[in-house]
């Protein structure tokens, strides 16, 4: 005997705007927590994931164990959301749940949020008005107030009352280590808001610590943060973990404490796809509190909801032949459309100029070669012309820059003092994109040697060193190695490698108490690397490393050697600025060994003011 369907439906006239409370309230792993919802798990890998990202899934509820299969989440950001999930196994035969958004012209959001529930059997037919219609009922409406007043003062859930278990002895660990990272040099207030949050964060917040989030959060420094957590991580407060990410959905698909431990392939259960690691998207370093202090609960609540792939603006899931309107509120930049479990791609662009309304579809033979330009608010057909179920899915091709790559945290100079071990297990290979690497050696260091000495060179070579580490970590580089008198170093950014150099020269070569100066030849490129292990530490190799190594064997000792790709980088172009008159650049090219048949376009940035300063020694 099929049972009658309940309905319910919750309405609530926010504050906020639905731009603001959609991060809350999509992301339905942190909802579900946040309403009391038990934890769900996944019966089996080899069977959890079906068509289209459909899966099967359970949990223990009351004592009573209900699995179901659910269908993929559909969303239209940030406007709607909506799941269905048919159950196997449990007091529930099938459940429909949608939440829309609506913008009110006074401001604010109208949001209605319906539950359709079918039972089962007579035990679903007593549990379902008493747990959705009562409990379910009142602590979405809890949440929700709070997540209104959440989203008005621009605050994250964090924010919210917890549920804290301290490890035995955690409290007064916690006070002792942030009691050490002070005596370090770690900033008292940045140091004291870590704690704050340790101290009363959820175990879903704080399972995965992103410190440029923090950082944004609390309105400081990014690096200051990073630099924290490290600093935190070696004094035994936090551990930190390398999550890999999958390319398309962009969630964690594994997860290593160490980078010795990384595999360089992994499989996405969710996207069906194999894919190669690389250090610049794939690979994001994120923190918890360590053991001793607190013991964090990792689970799950909900697995496919919007905010778990918060790149993704539409996700629909269409029948063949099947057309539907949706429209979104997008930002400016380009997106990508495609469907789960089929080649290709279509691609787009969104601006405040672009057409109003777009017809976008995938076809039996691929898809529509053109890009279309639609605007911020668009009007967007979607449809289905293949003979066969599709999930379409709209999403932004930026990444966020929240994100602690592998390949930034490891050209930190922080990074490499504290953990001088982490390294890649031998033989492995594993891309970085592209970093800016700086060759600097001391001209004429052989005739420093004979004219003053072994022990005076060697002090005044140690100190070139200590100068040039200290520079390098300031503009968030690290050394690499050196090589006799030669430095190799790494930056995220061209800028900080050509600013590095032009310090670096500057102090050498003018230093004060009658040191003997030193000429620092320098020379800089920028390009895809490779990371592996060498000598037990972390190294890079590649074309774009050679021609960096090339390039400092054309500098004088007063001038920095770059390549082509380093000048036109638009934020050199403001360190020049900054130096105005004291940095002459020309043009020059050249051959480089190994590179016979190549001609390069280089430049040549002569620090004028070292030249005249150098004329006037000699006329005196």
């Not at 009363?200 to 410190?211: E, F, H, M, V, W």
């Not at 269409?318 to 429209?327: A, K, N, W």
């Not at 091709?397 to 490891?410: G, I, L, R």
Request: net charge negative; hydrophobic share 40%.
């Amino acid at each position: 005997m099929r049972l009658r369907e309940f309905h319910y439906c919750w309405e609530w006239y926010l504050q906020s705007s639905p731009q603001a409370l959609w991060p809350l309230l999509a992301d339905t792993n942190r909802f579900n927590y946040d309403t009391g919802l038990p934890s769900v798990e996944q019966p089996g890998a080899d069977a959890a994931v079906l068509s289209n990202a459909r899966r099967r899934l359970r949990l223990l509820q009351l004592g009573i164990a209900v699995e179901w299969i659910e269908e993929p989440f559909e969303w239209m950001q940030p406007y709607r959301f909506g799941v269905v999930r048919r159950y196997q196994r449990g007091p529930v035969a099938e459940m429909r749940a949608q939440a829309e958004l609506t913008p009110q012209a006074e401001g604010g959001t109208h949001l209605r949020y319906q539950v359709w529930v079918r039972p089962q059997n007579i035990l679903g037919l007593i549990a379902i008005p008493l747990q959705v219609g009562v409990l379910s009922r009142r602590s979405f409406n809890v949440t929700i107030q709070q997540y209104d007043q959440l989203a008005l003062a621009g605050k994250l859930p964090l924010e919210l009352p917890a549920r804290v278990h301290f490890a035995p002895g955690g409290r007064q660990r916690l006070v002792q280590f942030c009691e050490t990272l002070v005596a370090q040099g770690a900033d008292h207030d940045l140091v004291t808001r870590l704690a704050t949050l340790i101290e009363r964060g959820d175990d879903n917040t704080l399972a995965r610590l992103r410190p440029y989030a923090l950082a944004d959060y609390w309105g400081v420094s990014r690096s200051a943060v990073l630099e924290l957590c490290l600093l935190a991580t070696r004094a035994g407060l936090l551990d930190f973990r390398w999550d890999l990410l999958c390319p398309l959905c962009r969630g964690s698909q594994a997860h290593s404490s160490t980078l010795s431990d990384i595999e360089a392939h992994v499989h996405c259960d969710h996207c069906n796809i194999d894919f190669e690691v690389n250090f610049d998207r794939s690979v994001e370093l994120t923190f918890r509190p360590n053991p001793s202090i607190r013991s964090i609960s990792e689970q799950e609540f909900c697995i496919g909801g919007p905010g778990i792939t918060p790149h993704i603006v539409i996700q629909q899931l269409l029948q063949p032949g099947e057309r539907r309107t949706v429209m979104p509120m997008l930002e400016e930049g380009r997106y990508r459309l495609r469907a789960l479990n089929w080649r290709g791609h279509q691609l787009l662009s969104v601006s405040a100029a672009g057409q109003p309304e777009a017809s976008l579809g995938i076809f039996g033979i691929g898809w529509p070669a053109d890009e279309p330009d639609v605007a911020l608010s668009p009007q967007l057909t979607l449809e289905n012309k293949t003979d066969r179920e599709q999930l379409l899915i709209l999403e932004r091709m930026s990444w966020s820059d929240q994100a602690v790559t592998a390949t930034e945290v490891t050209t930190r100079q922080a990074f490499r003092d504290l953990f001088a071990n982490e390294a890649l297990r031998p033989g492995e290979r594993i891309s970085v994109g592209n970093l800016t690497i700086l060759f600097t050696d001391l001209r004429e260091s052989t005739r420093l040697y004979r004219d003053i000495g072994d022990a005076s060179a060697f002090g005044l070579v140690m100190n070139h060193f200590d100068v040039l580490r200290e520079i390098i970590a300031a503009e968030e580089g690290a050394i690499v190695k050196t090589i006799g008198d030669a430095v190799m170093a790494v930056f995220h950014r061209p800028a900080s490698a050509l600013r590095t150099a032009l310090k670096a020269q500057q102090i050498l070569s003018l230093p004060e108490n009658g040191i003997r100066p030193l000429y620092l030849k320098a020379g800089i490129h920028s390009g895809p690397c490779i990371a592996v292990t060498l000598n037990d530490r972390l190294d890079y190799f590649g074309s774009a490393v050679n021609i960096a190594a090339r390039l400092v064997g054309m500098s004088t000792g007063d001038d920095v050697i770059i390549s082509a790709r380093v000048y036109h980088d638009p934020e050199v172009a403001e360190v020049l600025a900054e130096w105005g008159e004291q940095v002459h650049a020309a043009a020059v090219a050249a051959t480089l060994k190994g590179f016979d048949t190549e001609r390069f376009e280089l430049w040549r940035m002569t620090r004028v003011a070292l030249a005249t300063s150098e004329g006037q020694r000699h006329q005196r």
